[in-house]
């Protein structure tokens, strides 16, 4: 199979049409055949008609199925096809419930630390040939940090969880929730005064992908 570029079907996976149509464009004036796609049933279809050399695919769709999801599914039926995950999240567990389902050899990408267009492309060969060794992140010493647990209570409440769905999600009391919703606002280092508003911060940081799992 050929890894020349102006050779290569690429199938990209974003809910987020901006994204789409930058990194397709991106993509398409280098030499790439790009099909798009909006959710995983799109992708799944698209890698299924179109025999991709690679998959480049977000994490988050907002629906019940997730990238995770996604890519285990290529990665069983078509395990020839390169990887590549291009998210807001510096760690899967703050995009998706389901992390484990990553297959292991994906090339893991961060939008905000994608320099220019040449990054992803090298992305695309690397998970084509396997050279998927981990990416060097970068600017990450001031980023905070949570744990795995507090990465779902925050995806949660990205989603807009009540207090008492956390609880009920978790299978602990309302109490509990309330307490590890403070050590994660104090993990963010955000202001838990009687003015602030730390949910709404905690989103906000989650949605630029500020955080990271530690």
Excluded at 123 to 141: K, L, M, Y
Excluded at 180 to 193: C, K, Q, S, Y
């Amino acid at each position: 199979m050929t890894t020349d570029s102006k050779a290569l079907r690429v199938v990209v996976a974003d809910d987020d049409g901006f994204t789409v149509s930058l990194v397709s464009g991106g993509l398409g004036a280098r030499g790439f055949d790009v099909t798009t796609a909006t959710s995983v049933a799109e992708a799944l279809a698209a890698v299924g008609e179109n025999d991709p050399h690679a998959l480049i695919t977000d994490l988050n769709f907002g629906t019940s199925e997730s990238g995770a999801d996604l890519l285990s599914a290529v990665a069983d039926e078509y395990p020839w096809i390169g990887l590549v995950v291009l998210t807001s999240h510096r760690s899967p567990e703050l995009a998706v419930p389901n992390p484990e389902r990553i297959p292991a050899g994906v090339v893991y990408l961060v939008k905000s630390q994608l320099g220019a267009i040449d990054d992803l492309i090298d992305a695309v060969h690397r998970s084509i040939s396997g050279q998927h060794d981990e990416v060097v992140r970068r600017d990450e010493d001031n980023v905070p940090m949570v744990t795995a647990a507090q990465a779902d209570v925050l995806r949660l409440l990205a989603e807009g969880a009540s207090t008492r769905a956390l609880a009920e999600h978790r299978g602990t009391t309302v109490r509990a929730v309330e307490t590890m919703l403070a050590r994660l606002f104090t993990a963010l280092g955000l202001d838990t005064g009687e003015n602030a508003n730390p949910r709404v911060a905690a989103v906000t940081m989650w949605q630029r992908g500020g955080i990271r799992v530690r």
